[in-house]
């Protein structure tokens, strides 16, 4: 049986219901005996009784073929999706490795990429850490070269410093051996019966003893003082000159120079000179300078700088033996130390020139204090110039001075000092501000304690003694510094 009987039915009923509409007229033309109806489309059309026949029996088939098709559909193996694709499909299996391929290469491609990046990331910590090795490189270079520059500078100040020592101390020695020379021709001119004849009265007539030239030299003495540049100038005019009526005023213009330190030793080369000329020159200026050496501003006017000077180059003189007897020297250090219980200004300017004579004099007169290596200082001449007695004498009063009198003036300077400060500080407070009075009562306390501190500590090294206690912020930079 044909599965299209009920396409057939379909299109008998669609050819009966055209046939009722639109044919019509058609089958009225057509019914003439012996002709098979037509419908309105041209087919042709069975007898009633045999169309109701093959309805029936198109009926039968179309149910019998709907039953093969749902037998036939029942009875066939199922169809997977691969299936309906269309011939080009693959089984399930062959697609389950596929897309198990696919995600193993998927996968290795993934774990190429992590791969190739944690390289990546590796290569880029290599780069770094050789970049910071060659940071490190050039900074360890750079420290090494700044270090090796340190080093050759160091060894160039050490060595600039070692031959500045060398050259101080050659000229130390060649220094110490001429005032070795000086004080042993000098000494010649000294005594009753002096070894040396100074210069006759015949060769002082021949030499030039005008008043101006004479004038002129002491103008000279005056004006441009003695010092490293004029002393030369000065010694050639001392040669070329008859000053043995102007000695009175050749003294007065030496002693009221002011003299510097470092122009110490020129003032005594031009004194040696007079001294080896004329016989009273030395007595006369050693009293000049005595004089000066103790005068104080209310009596003679001398400010602490001509008392200083004149106190080394009074020292000096007797080094270099333009008079042996030590005893002025001695004289003049008593006065000094002795008690000013009227006048603390007085008292601070007495202890600074005795400062200044134990600086000048702590090799010549006093007993050398033992060094911290227990080593004895090596011998010299400078050593002979006193005896021990005398240096004993010396060094005894000096330690009793700064034990009482120096001890007992500082102590009221920082007395002074305190007071002074806590006036400030009230002032400050209740005020706002410290008044002009206040401030200068203050500096001037101050000041005072800084020269005593600075005197203590001169003593303290020369004696070997402990050094005092500052006083102030300014007293303890500058002992921390020297």
Known sequence: MSNNGPEESGGSSRRRRGGSKGGAAAVSAD???GAIPCGGDGEQRLPAADAGHQRRRNLRGSGRTQRNKDNDRNSAPALDSNALRGPGAQPGANQEASLKEKKKRQ????????KAKKEEERMEAERKEAKQKEAEQKEAGRKEAERKEAERKEAERLEAERKEREENAAKAAELSAKRREQRMFNLSYCGESPSAARISETELRKLDSSLKKCTGFIRKLRGSGITEESHKSLLLDVRMLNLSRYISEVVAAISETKLRSSDTEYAALLCSELHQRFEDFSAQLSTALSTIVLSTHATAGKDLSSRRGAM??????FVLG???DVTA???VLRELMKSVRDSREAAVANLSV?????????RFLLLQPESESGEAPTASWEDEVASLQTKQAITAALESYYKGEVSKLYADAKEELRKAEYATLRARQTKGCVDDATAAKHDEARQ???RIYAA????AEALGKKAAEPCCQTCRRNGAEG
């Open 31 to 33: 019914r003439r005996p």
């Open 107 to 114: 996968k290795a491609a993934k774990e190429e990429q992590l």
């Open 312 to 317: 080394r180059l009074l020292v000096e003189l």
């Open 322 to 324: 333009m008079y042996p």
């Open 329 to 331: 020297v001695i004289s």
């Open 354 to 362: 005795v400062a200044s004579f134990v600086r000048a004099v702590s």
């Open 448 to 450: 005072i304690c800084e």
């Open 456 to 459: 203590c500590g001169t003593l």
